[in-house]
């Protein structure tokens, strides 16, 4: 019972921000009555995306991570693909993903010290491994959006980490049995 609420719910909200979407994508008048409800309606989501991506780190790590979110995005490209475009193209939302990017970053930094020494350069060093490996997914994403989803996205990430593995090196070594 619970699970066909939240899946209701899901639908609704989804339906909210295409409609959304669509009414900024056309300049004509929205039901959203501040930026506080727009924010809302762009980020609904955001709690589980965080939470999905740091289940997933613990269990399987950083590939297979962004690989499960990347193929979440790219379960609903249309509606991915137009609001990833929105937010980038509004320097407030935009504002407003960098700061909710900051539960990623904890969440990463949190999965990097895991694996890394405890000393203060132990820290220093997940923080910057968490920011790279943000900025990766970022970069993946924005190829995606620039393309119109093509390549799709998990080859996209597939590439970014690619890129980004030989900074994480020292990482990844601990990782190996």
């Given at each position: 019972?619970?699970?066909?609420r ?5 639908q609704?909200q ?90 990623y ?34 970069g ?38």
């Amino acid at each position: 019972m619970a699970e066909g609420r939240r899946g209701r719910q899901i639908q609704k909200q989804r339906e909210l921000l295409d409609r959304t979407l669509a009414a900024l994508e056309t300049g004509g008048p929205t039901d959203v009555r501040s930026f506080a409800d727009l924010d809302a309606i762009l980020f609904h989501d955001h709690a589980d995306l965080v939470r999905g991506l740091a289940e997933v780190l613990d269990r399987s790590g950083l590939v297979d991570a962004f690989q499960a979110l990347a193929r979440h995005l790219e379960e609903d490209s249309g509606l991915w693909l137009r609001r990833l475009e929105r937010l980038e193209a509004d320097p407030a939302l935009r504002a407003r993903r960098a700061e909710r990017d900051r539960d990623y970053l904890e969440v990463l930094g949190a999965h990097f010290r895991r694996w890394g020494a405890a000393d203060p350069q132990g820290q220093r060093v997940s923080d910057l491994e968490a920011t790279l490996a943000l900025a990766a997914q970022r970069g993946a994403e924005r190829l995606w959006v620039q393309g119109r989803g093509r390549p799709v996205l998990p080859v996209l990430v597939d590439e970014a980490l690619a890129v980004l593995w030989p900074a994480l090196y020292a990482h990844a070594r601990r990782h190996r049995p």
